[in-house]
């Protein structure tokens, strides 16, 4: 019986498919040793949420039965170089670092809000309702921020310096304060972003108490004579007092 013999392909293909399939090898390696992101959250997580969604009980059953008075909490302004979802270190006074693989789970400024109007919804039991539509009898106070220095120093510090101020909705009325605190912080991101975490309860501290003095010098306001529809007159009481390391 006779065989045929078939023709050896061309040298250069086999060459050429083996190549082709030794690069496709090396992608997928590439591809399963890339890197992983990490996120990182200023909100409350990680070992003390158990402890969180214990405490949040009371705080619902309080706010949900029609609060004194109401928060608006307005988007917060941070430095451009920082308004990126990677974390920005220091490396030194005139040099940054984009971490890649170092990630907030949302933009800085969405951080900071959400972290502040939790802090302060706990600490003076109502409701915020930016965004929201509220009965026009309530009292509201506006809590509006702009974050002008948010400093990452690895094994150091973390430092958030802010102007922040609280506006008697439907009044003349508005407290304006600088909040500056840096918190020393170990090494690893985990504690450079709790440093954070910690410097913004400070901070929260100090607008809870402005928006608590704003409550309390409310009724000592009277109404402007000045023409129809013309706001309430407030006397705004002073800042109240620091609290934190400042720098």
């Known amino acids: ?6 023709p050896r392909p061309p040298r250069g293909l086999v060459r050429g498919a083996a190549y082709v399939g030794a690069l496709a090898g090396l992608v997928a390696m590439a591809a399963c040793s890339s890197p992983t992101s990490r996120f990182y959250t200023l909100g409350d ?4 949420s158990a402890a969180a969604s214990v405490s949040a009980a009371p705080v619902s059953a309080r706010t949900s039965a029609a609060p004194a008075w109401l928060i608006e909490v307005a988007p917060i302004d941070v430095p451009p170089q920082v308004a990126k979802n990677q974390l920005v270190v220091q490396t030194g006074p005139t040099q940054v670092q984009v971490l890649e693989q170092e990630r907030w789970a949302s933009l800085p400024g969405d951080e900071i809000r959400r972290a ?3 802090s302060l919804t706990q600490q ?6 930016y965004g929201t ?15 002008q220095r948010f400093e990452s120093w690895p094994g150091s510090h973390a430092l958030i310096d802010a102007v922040w101020s609280v506006r008697a909705v439907r009044s003349t009325a508005v407290m304006t304060c600088r909040s500056v605190v840096s918190e020393p912080v170990g090494g690893g991101y985990d504690a450079l972003v709790n440093g954070h975490r910690l410097a913004l309860q400070q901070i929260s501290l100090q607008v809870a108490a402005g928006v608590k003095a704003m409550a309390v010098a409310a009724p000592q306001g009277r109404a402007s004579s ?10 705004v009481p002073a800042c109240p007092s620091a609290v934190g390391t400042a720098s």
């Open 116 to 118: 502040l109007s939790t």
């Open 133 to 147: 539509a509220y009965p026009d009898a309530v009292p509201v106070y506006r809590v509006s921020m702009n974050v």
């Open 226 to 235: 000045t023409g129809k529809g013309a706001g309430v007159v407030v006397a």
């Open 124 to 129: 003076l039991g109502t409701i915020d309702v």
């Open 45 to 48: 997580g990680g070992t003390v």
């Open 1 to 6: 019986m006779m065989f045929a013999r078939l």
